[in-house]
Structure formats: structure tokens, C-alpha cells
Nanobody, 123 residues
Framework: QLQLVESGGGLVQPGGSLRLSCAGS????????IGWFRQAPGKEREGVSC????????NYADSVKGRFTISRDVAKNAVYLQMNSLKPDDTAVYYC????????????????WGQGTQVTVSS
């Protein structure tokens, strides 16, 4: 049973930080790319970041470059998204998702999804 469970969302002020976690089971990160996506109400789901099966290649949306960092812990089968200098436009439900080996910015390429965690950036 393949599962992905996000945690770490919450309410923060602009300029604040959050660390999101994605705990996986039923698969091996050695053979997996994990992507983070986000979706705000009424908007399309968009790719935020991705880390490939080696852990050595990462991708970021232009809107989060320099502010967000993706990382993983193979022993824990977990992936993290460190979010700094948060802006109101970062407000969304954040999802982690799994596909084989290589990163993609397209949500349709990912077969397995977590339930999402809410991030709200507001003063």
C-alpha cells in the first residue's frame, strides 16, 4: 500500500518560515522522484519543487527559487520542503506526490498523492 502523508502546514505571517514533511511508505526513494505541488482555491495546481531518485537533482518554480529548499532522508523515507520568506501568494494547500525516477513539473505525471496540508500566509 503506497502512501504519502504531508504535515507541517499552518498559519504564518509574511516573512515567516515553515517546514513541510512528506512521510512515504510502500515505495523506495531510490526509485522515486518526489514533487511538491500547491493549489489555491479557484486556481490550477502548480509544481513547486521536485527531487529525483538520486537526491542530487532538484527543481524549483521561479516563484520560490532562493526561498524554498527541498531535501530528503532516505532512512526515514521522507521528503521535506523548507519554506522561508513566505509571501501571501504562497497561501495554498501543499501536496507531495510520487513518480518513478525523474522529476516533472506536471501533476499528471505523478500517480500517487498525499492528502495535502494547508499553508496560510497572512498578517
Amino acid at each position: 500500500q503506497l502512501q504519502l502523508v504531508e504535515s507541517g502546514g499552518g498559519l504564518v505571517q509574511p516573512g515567516g518560515s515553515l517546514r513541510l514533511s512528506c512521510a512515504g511508505s510502500g515505495f523506495n526513494l531510490r526509485y522515486s522522484a518526489i514533487g511538491w505541488f500547491r493549489q489555491a482555491p479557484g486556481k490550477e495546481r502548480e509544481g513547486v519543487s521536485c527531487i529525483d531518485n538520486s537526491g542530487g537533482k532538484t527543481n524549483y518554480a521561479d516563484s520560490v527559487k532562493g526561498r524554498f529548499t527541498i531535501s530528503r532522508d532516505v532512512a526515514k523515507n521522507a521528503v521535506y520542503l523548507q519554506m522561508n520568506s513566505l509571501k501571501p501568494d504562497d497561501t495554498a494547500v501543499y501536496y507531495c506526490a510520487r513518480r518513478g525516477y525523474y522529476c516533472s513539473a506536471y501533476d499528471g505525471d505523478f500517480a500517487s498523492w498525499g492528502q495535502g496540508t494547508q499553508v496560510t500566509v497572512s498578517s
